[in-house]
């Protein structure tokens, strides 16, 4: 549409860069981590393996466990004739469906142990049920008792001027209405450097905040560094970040007034995902009598800075 003559030019439509997700056991910006050379496996890792997984994960591991238990259970009763007390000859089906009743203790009467070799078997079962159970309900109440937070991170990091300086800028909001007391965030850069040996070397550089600690953490939050000729960013470029692998890290921790517990929050930002010479949509309305509106459908929106 064309524009007409004398009217004031409009702003760009945001931008809402698309981020790409990589799923695995670490992720660093955008890279993952794979270690090699360590033990593939840990016995004494379990506990904290299961609590990791996903809910949907969990709970077809836990119905997993559950069918492998009853079918190796009934297929020992089934080895020996005999071993279940009125279950139909040569019926797999029966012994499967007595282990189910064993194993939940529930017994119904039918059907019951038929030798000394059944209630061995049975009595086993009842033990290993018991022991199931009780390891199932600590997982799931270690799960539901895990204090978590719903903090948000801007899909990507900004680099505009701020009072004349310019501003490394992320943006972070507090999706729950309560408040997380105490707060205070830490970032650092990552990157790989050369040393005066000519070896590469992985180097950590805490960023100095513009204010690294809040009282009370309700809505949103910008976090800012100003890139000052003490920052490990000044005179850098995208391309720079880029060639160096420079990731950018955030974590944000505080007590939540709600569960009254520590609750933290991560952010990791590859060199792609921080734009030169672009800043955040603004999200929190002008006030309209007594409310004010903070719009979380353009938290991740950003746009070009004005020419100068």
Do not use: C
Not at 35 to 51: A, E, F, I, K, T
């Amino acid at each position: 549409m064309n524009r007409p003559a004398g009217a004031p030019p409009q702003p760009p439509p945001p931008l809402r860069p698309k981020v790409g997700r990589v799923r695995g056991s670490f992720r660093l910006g955008n890279s993952e981590i794979k270690r090699l050379g360590n033990r593939r496996w840990n016995w004494g890792d379990s506990y904290h393996w299961m609590l990791t997984l996903s809910w949907p994960h969990f709970f077809l591991l836990v119905g997993f466990l559950y069918l492998l238990t009853n079918l190796l259970f009934a297929a020992a009763f089934f080895a020996v004739p005999g071993s279940v007390a009125n279950a139909r000859p040569d019926s797999f089906l029966d012994v499967v469906f007595f282990s189910i009743e064993t194993l939940a203790t529930v017994g119904y009467g039918f059907m019951n142990p038929g030798s000394t070799y059944g209630h061995v078997v049975a009595s086993t079962e009842i033990l290993l049920g018991m022991v199931e159970v009780a390891a199932v309900t600590g997982l799931l109440f270690a799960r539901f008792s895990r204090p978590t937070s719903r903090i948000l991170f801007s899909d990507v990091a900004v680099v505009s001027n701020f009072n004349g300086t310019p501003t490394l800028m992320m943006r972070t909001g507090n999706e729950r209405n309560n408040l997380i007391l105490e707060a205070s965030v830490r970032a650092a850069l990552v990157r790989r450097e050369t040393t005066l040996e000519g070896q590469i070397f992985t180097r950590f550089y805490d960023l100095k905040l513009e204010r690294d600690q809040t009282s009370v953490f309700a809505l949103s939050w910008t976090i800012l560094h100003p890139i000052d000729a003490a920052s490990p960013l000044y005179g850098l470029t995208q391309k720079d970040l880029q060639e160096s692998a420079t990731t950018l890290t955030v974590s944000i921790s505080g007590m939540d007034d709600t569960l009254n517990d520590f609750v933290h929050a991560r952010q990791t930002y590859a060199a792609e995902h921080i734009y030169f010479g672009h800043h955040f949509v603004d999200i929190l309305s002008d006030k309209v009598g007594s409310v004010r509106t903070l719009d979380f459908g353009k938290f991740h929106d950003i746009v070009p800075d004005r020419a100068a």
